[in-house]
């Protein structure tokens, strides 16, 4: 079993700690943490559910953070990075990342991004059949990459329950869809003997283990088909599988997610041959799995105000931080505790719930609605849990904040991730 949360428990000691060591300093309106020890935990937890040839390319857009990345880069060699950008293919490769732990996902590669990653051996999943023509152009006179390059593949098996993060519907942007796209996805196959991978990932959070497997069964079969025709062709076989990421976690504490282990397994049984080293090298991309309940977020509360039916507790972090829960508080929400101006945990509740109202100019700037909380009060901190992913690497810009500090700790260790973000730096952001 692996851990889900982190606890009051263990955040308050972590609070209480950095208070006395003033890693909270006066100006330090919000700051965001992570719990070292429990990221290694999870990532080593997920190599350990793998075989051992599997490359785990960490989804940077969940997490983009240099230090951070040059943390899970010492973890185990297996450990890499997914890319969904040329920006996050250079940022892995100077955290360190070797271009073998690289792999470069989007939908809108240019020619340039293409023959970049081809001439560093970065992995490239193609998003679709005019890409695949651009990597072949790229490389006439070459033949044979000096990579491995697969092709995006939208199984078609249905949208979860955000459909904003759902890529596996009938129409996806994303990928050849697997039932309509059929005769151009196996012309690609059996004319490009260099395309020896498919990917896919079919949903971030939203998606039952069910579906994301279902989808895996789906290019599995299709793969072994391929194969069959490949042999003859005299081709090489397709053995890289990227099985993209998705795999949902738990924000609400009373539930228990589905567990990494069930899910590889019912992956081997549904696709039994993606487990024979000799026949294929898995690729994963699990971003919020990996990082989201490692980190947490602690708002100063800077005034409460009592309205007859709800108090709004105004903090600095809003959608600037949470963009997704301001603008679809149906599907993403977060725990929260209190806890006072020394660190320590409050209980009991107010009569009246909360808004938890950001700090930006704009009405919808309201982190959660109607949260029954401690009696909060000025100057307490308000933790907002499981905000390790998913949460700066979509900072929003607007009403120009500075962001806040990020701070990663191993026992009583603590080490700044990155400084908050200075005046002159903001302005310079504007310039
Ligand atoms: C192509 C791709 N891979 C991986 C991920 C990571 O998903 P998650 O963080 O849910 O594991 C995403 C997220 O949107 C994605 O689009």
């Given at each position: 079993m692996i851990?889900?949360?982190?606890s009051?428990?263990?955040?308050?000691?972590?609070?209480r700690?950095?208070?006395?060591?003033?890693?909270?300093?006066?100006?330090d309106?919000?700051?965001?943490?992570?719990?070292?020890?429990?990221?290694?935990?999870?990532?080593?937890y997920?190599?350990?559910?793998?075989?051992?040839?599997?490359?785990h390319?960490?989804a940077?857009?969940?997490?983009?953070?240099s230090?951070?990345?040059e943390?899970?880069?010492?973890?185990?060699?297996?450990?890499?990075?997914?890319a969904?950008?040329?920006?996050e293919v250079?940022?892995?490769?100077?955290a360190?990342?070797?271009p073998?732990?690289?792999?470069?996902?989007?939908?809108?590669?240019?020619?340039?991004d293409?023959?970049f990653?081809?001439?560093k051996?970065?992995?490239?999943?193609v998003?679709?059949?005019?890409?695949?023509?651009?990597?072949?152009?790229?490389?006439?006179?070459?033949?044979?990459?000096?990579?491995?390059?697969?092709?995006?593949?939208?199984?078609?098996?249905?949208?979860?329950?955000?459909?904003?993060?759902?890529v596996?519907g009938?129409y996806?942007?994303?990928g050849?869809?697997?039932k309509n796209?059929?005769e151009?996805?196996?012309?690609?196959?059996?004319?490009?003997p260099?395309l020896t991978?498919?990917?896919?990932?079919?949903?971030?959070?939203?998606?039952?283990m069910?579906?994301?497997?279902?989808g895996?069964?789906?290019?599995y079969?299709?793969?072994l088909?391929m194969?069959?025709?490949r042999?003859?062709?005299?081709?090489?076989?397709?053995?890289v599988?990227?099985?993209?990421?998705g795999?949902p976690?738990a924000?609400d504490r009373?539930?228990?997610p589905?567990?990494?282990k069930e899910?590889?397994?019912?992956?081997?049984?549904?696709?039994p041959?993606?487990?024979?080293?000799?026949?294929?090298?898995?690729?994963?991309?699990?971003g919020r799995?990996?990082?989201t309940?490692?980190?947490?977020?602690?708002?100063?509360?800077?005034?409460?105000?009592?309205?007859?039916?709800?108090?709004?507790?105004?903090?600095?972090?809003g959608?600037?931080l949470?963009?997704?829960?301001?603008?679809?508080?149906?599907?993403?929400?977060?725990?929260?505790?209190?806890f006072?101006?020394?660190g320590l945990?409050?209980?009991?509740?107010?009569?009246?719930?909360y808004?938890?109202?950001g700090?930006?100019?704009?009405?919808?700037?309201?982190?959660?609605?109607n949260?029954?909380?401690?009696?909060?009060?000025?100057?307490?901190?308000l933790v907002?849990?499981?905000?390790?992913?998913y949460?700066?690497?979509?900072?929003s810009?607007?009403?120009s904040?500075?962001?806040?500090?990020?701070i990663g700790?191993?026992d009583?260790?603590?080490?700044?991730?990155?400084e908050r973000?200075?005046?002159?730096?903001?302005y310079?952001?504007?310039?």
């Open positions: 851990q889900q949360n982190l009051d428990d263990s955040i308050g000691k972590a609070l700690l950095a208070l006395s060591q003033e890693i909270i300093r006066e100006e309106t919000a700051v965001i943490f992570y719990d070292l020890d429990f990221l290694e935990s999870r990532i080593r997920l190599a350990s559910c793998f075989p051992q040839n599997t490359l390319g960490l940077i857009k969940a997490n983009p953070l230090r951070i990345m943390f899970v880069k010492n973890i185990a060699p297996n450990i890499g990075v997914e969904a950008s040329i920006g250079t940022m892995a490769l100077r360190g990342f070797r073998g732990q690289v792999v470069f996902d989007s939908p809108v590669k240019t020619v340039a293409i023959r990653a081809l001439a051996g970065i992995h490239l999943n998003d679709n059949l005019s890409e695949l023509e651009r990597v072949n152009k790229a490389l006439a006179g070459s033949c044979t990459p000096t990579t491995s390059v697969g092709l995006r593949i939208n199984p078609q098996v249905g949208m979860g329950t955000i459909l904003e993060s759902s596996a009938e996806s942007k994303f050849v869809p697997v796209g059929r151009g996805l196996e012309l690609a196959f059996l004319t490009h260099w991978g498919v990917h896919l990932h079919v949903g971030s959070q939203g998606c039952a069910q579906m994301l497997t279902d895996i069964g789906v290019l079969d299709f793969v088909e194969n069959e025709q042999i003859k062709l005299g081709f090489p076989l397709i053995s599988f990227d099985i993209g990421g795999l976690i924000y009373g539930t228990q589905p567990s990494m899910y590889v397994e019912k992956i081997a049984q549904r696709a041959q993606l487990f024979n080293p000799d026949a294929f090298r898995l690729i994963t991309e699990f799995w990996s990082y309940n490692s980190g947490w977020t602690a708002s100063r509360v800077e005034y409460v105000k009592r309205d007859a039916a709800i108090n709004t507790a105004m903090i600095h972090v959608a600037d949470f963009v997704r829960e301001c603008l679809n508080p149906r599907d993403w929400h977060h725990e929260y505790s209190v006072d101006k020394n945990l409050k209980s009991g509740n107010d009569t009246h719930p808004n938890l109202a700090p930006l100019c704009f009405s919808g700037d309201i982190i959660a609605k949260v029954v909380l401690p009696v909060i009060e000025e100057g307490d901190f907002i849990h499981d905000t390790g992913g949460t700066f690497s979509m900072w810009r607007y009403n904040r500075q962001t806040p500090g990020i700790y191993r009583d260790r603590f080490e700044v991730l990155k973000e200075t005046l002159e730096e903001l310079r952001f504007w310039e």
